[in-house]
């Protein structure tokens, strides 16, 4: 490349002293370098013996290819550069339905804001399917929930994300600040199949054991949009990660519930040890934008804010 670079300087400016000052070098050894050239490739490229200098034919074919070579060259190192620095490449995320429909999202516009060279690839899957591809190198970032037995993966709380009582808008209940698990009991209960959905139907069956309760189930389905069209309906209630109230149902209301609620949270997850910079620059990303995302979430559904819950409960 940087004899590359001396042969189109010359070529360009037709003169050896010229060359050399753009070059910022002395002549004679710009003329050595030129003559190196020459004999690698085994083919005359100047005509010396015409002032101003001239370009041989084998000059002119290399003159145009080298050109093209040094910019794509510059091309190259500059994507080494910034791949180095995570600002170029190739990421592939996993993710719930939860943090599809919630959290991921703002972070996947942030983190386009910051490196729209950065080109993510999303597959929605379950926390299972994630742990597995994450630790066989198919994924570089997952959106689970925990908890995680798996030492070769780091596993972060992103964000809180709890259960919260979904009801048909002409409900009592909603118009509650905050549901107490308890009265539950009597109501028909409309379940995430355990299939579909195993860390949500987990938490629904923790909560019931928390609560001491075993209300009717009268529903169960595998979609979250037919959950919600029946709970629309008034067929019962559901229970579902709050992150599902950014679907915006017409008909139906999320309301929170009293604590204890089972914890697990929507978590990040990534291989211990990675010392990728696209990966750490994605982790940043995520960090600094789930804050952000609940601030926006409560503003948009203020029933969702805890000094919400604490006015219903007095008054």
């Known amino acids: 490349m940087r004899l590359l670079r001396y042969f189109v300087t010359v070529a360009e400016e037709r003169h050896f002293g010229r060359a050399a000052e753009r070059l910022h070098m002395a002549q004679p050894p710009l003329s050595q370098q030129i ?3 020459e004999h690698q490739l085994g083919v005359e490229l100047i005509d010396r013996s015409r002032r101003p200098i001239e370009l041989t034919d084998a ?11 040094l910019v794509h060259g510059e091309r190259a190192f500059a994507a080494a550069r910034r791949a180095a620095t995570g600002h170029l490449g190739h990421l592939h995320i996993g993710a719930l339905q939860a943090a599809v429909d919630g959290v991921l999202s703002y972070v996947m516009r942030a983190h386009r804001r910051a490196y729209p060279d950065v080109k993510l690839e999303l597959a929605e899957l379950g926390t299972a399917d994630q742990i597995v591809q994450l630790t066989e190198h198919r994924l570089d970032v997952g959106f689970l929930r925990g908890p995680v037995d798996e030492p070769t993966l780091t596993v972060e709380t992103l964000i809180d994300d709890p259960l919260a009582a979904v009801v048909c808008d002409d409900d009592p209940l909603a118009d509650r600040g905050r549901i107490d698990p308890g009265i539950l009991a009597d109501e028909p209960i409309i379940l995430w199949t355990r299939a579909a959905a195993p860390t949500t139907f987990a938490d629904v069956v923790e909560l019931f054991r928390q609560h001491r309760i075993q209300p009717p189930v009268v529903e169960e389905s595998p979609r979250i949009q037919t959950i919600l069209a029946l709970v629309a309906s008034g067929a019962g209630v559901a229970l579902l990660p709050t992150s599902f109230i950014n679907l915006s149902r017409q008909g139906v209301r999320f309301v929170p519930l009293h604590d204890p609620l089972p914890h697990r949270p ?3 997850a990534w291989r211990a ?6 990966v750490a620059g994605f982790v940043d990303v995520a960090r600094r934008t789930g804050p952000q995302y609940l601030h926006d979430l409560t503003l948009r559904h203020p029933q969702l804010r805890p000094e919400a819950w604490t006015r219903s409960c007095h008054g």
């Open 35 to 37: 003559r190196k050239l």
């Open 59 to 69: 000059g002119h074919a290399l003159f145009e290819e080298a050109r093209l070579s």
């Open 266 to 268: 929507l978590s990040l």
């Open 273 to 278: 040890g990675q010392q990728s910079p696209l």
